[in-house]
Nanobody
């Protein structure tokens, strides 16, 4: 069983920044951030594996940065140049297999943290 606890969400203005944290109970998993806005499908935002290979959705490339602190079992999502369309509930997710994150089928989910960007 892997426990994931997100933090760092909040409300910011257009162009602002936030850093989300995902505290994981283990390091030996690939970790991803997903988001879901009301009335929209869930979207994979970024993911990182244990050797720090990363992937970003086109919609966040150049604005978001995913990283992990192995000593703390924590994955971060630094979000800069935020836009109103980034408003969503953000979820941390973990999977043993990278491809399972790519198809939106992680093994574990966190509870989510809300990000709201106002114009």
């Amino acid at each position: 069983q892997v426990e994931l606890v997100e933090s760092g969400g909040g409300s910011v203005q257009d162009g602002g920044s936030l850093r989300l944290s995902c505290d994981a109970s283990t390091f030996a998993y690939c970790i991803a951030w997903f988001r879901q806005a009301p009335g929209k499908e869930r979207e994979g935002v970024a993911r990182i594996n244990s050797v720090r290979a990363v992937y970003y959705a086109e919609s966040v490339k150049g604005r978001f940065t995913i990283s992990r602190d192995s000593a703390k079992n924590t994955v971060y999502l630094q979000m800069d140049l935020l836009k109103p369309e980034d408003t969503a509930m953000y979820y941390c997710a973990a999977a043993k297999i990278w491809a399972n994150l790519a198809i939106g089928r992680p093994d574990y989910w966190g509870q989510g943290t809300q990000v709201t960007v106002s114009s």
